[in-house]
């Protein structure tokens, strides 16, 4: 079970873009891509085959994943997650600081 999961909130806490938040659009191994976060300028080459415009796309880069922490509304700041059971069996996330559940 991973901590930092598809459509998230997650603040990033380290790196050129720190403070910033966004959503989670994909996670890839421990790295994340965050929407408007990290993005780079890649000059393409046109490919008709693919109906692909040449010229400077700007994109989302990856970010590893310990430099985010998932973003917790109630304090408006960051925090660690860890995992609990519950008395019915199911494992969810929780905020380490509070105890908070972050799945419902």
Known sequence: ????????????????NKGQKGEV????????FVQNVNLVKRHTKPNPQANQPGGIIEREA??????????????????RVGFKTLEDGRK??????SGEVVDA
């Open 62 to 79: 990856s970010i590893d994943i310990s430099n985010v922490q998932l973003f917790n509304s109630a304090t408006g700041k960051g925090a």
């Open 92 to 97: 969810v996330r929780v905020f380490r600081p």
């Open 1 to 16: 079970m991973n901590r930092i999961r598809k459509g998230d909130q997650v603040i990033v806490i380290a790196g050129k």
């Open 25 to 32: 659009s994909r996670v890839v191994g421990d790295h994340v």
